[in-house]
């Protein structure tokens, strides 16, 4: 019973889980949503599209919504507020 136990409980586990090419996908889906979001204000602001200050003008604006699931941190739990995939990871996404 206890074998059996372990072994429904590690195929949930791995059920649960994506690999790192999931998880870098689904941010880059993301960050995608947000520029189509927030890069036209961006620009308007003066910023030139696809620039790195447009990119972090389109982060910051994100962040200020509170609708952000992008984690810039390498460490993903940190970088996004603690809603990211885990601490070493590198991928950090939230909601």
């Given amino acids: 019973m206890r074998k059996l136990m372990l072994t429904a409980a590690s195929a949930l586990c791995l059920l649960g889980c ?27 602001l003066g910023y030139a599209m696809n620039s790195d200050p447009w990119r972090d003008c389109v982060l ?15 460490f993903g739990g940190i970088g ?10 590198g991928i950090g996404i939230g909601r």
């Fill in 18 to 44: 994506a690999t790192p090419q999931e998880r870098a996908m689904q941010q880059q889906a993301e960050m995608e949503r947000l520029m189509a979001e927030f890069g036209p204000a961006c620009s308007q």
């Fill in 60 to 74: 910051q604006s994100a962040q200020r919504s509170g609708r952000s699931g992008v984690s810039t941190s390498i």
């Fill in 80 to 89: 996004s507020g603690g809603r990211g995939s885990g601490i070493g990871i």
